[in-house]
């Protein structure tokens, strides 16, 4: 008999949940690609080369009153 299917976490309008997969220099290339573009979390390590963290897709630029 099939599991019933979980619900998804609540999330967060602009906010994406990523699990990424990949060797250690692939990880860290793709983010400082994003770093340099979006908020991100500290990545959450864990075996087999996954990493979670979340990205902000919110407006990053200065805000025109601080410059």
Known sequence: MPRPRRE???T???VADIRL???EATTRIVLDVL???FTITAP???SGGRSYF???TGNTSPD???E
């Open 8 to 10: 998804d976490p609540p």
């Open 64 to 66: 025109p009153d601080d």
């Open 21 to 23: 997969r990949a060797d």
């Open 44 to 46: 959450r390590d864990y």
């Open 54 to 56: 979340q990205l902000d």
């Open 35 to 37: 770093r340099a573009h």
């Open 12 to 14: 967060l309008p602009g």
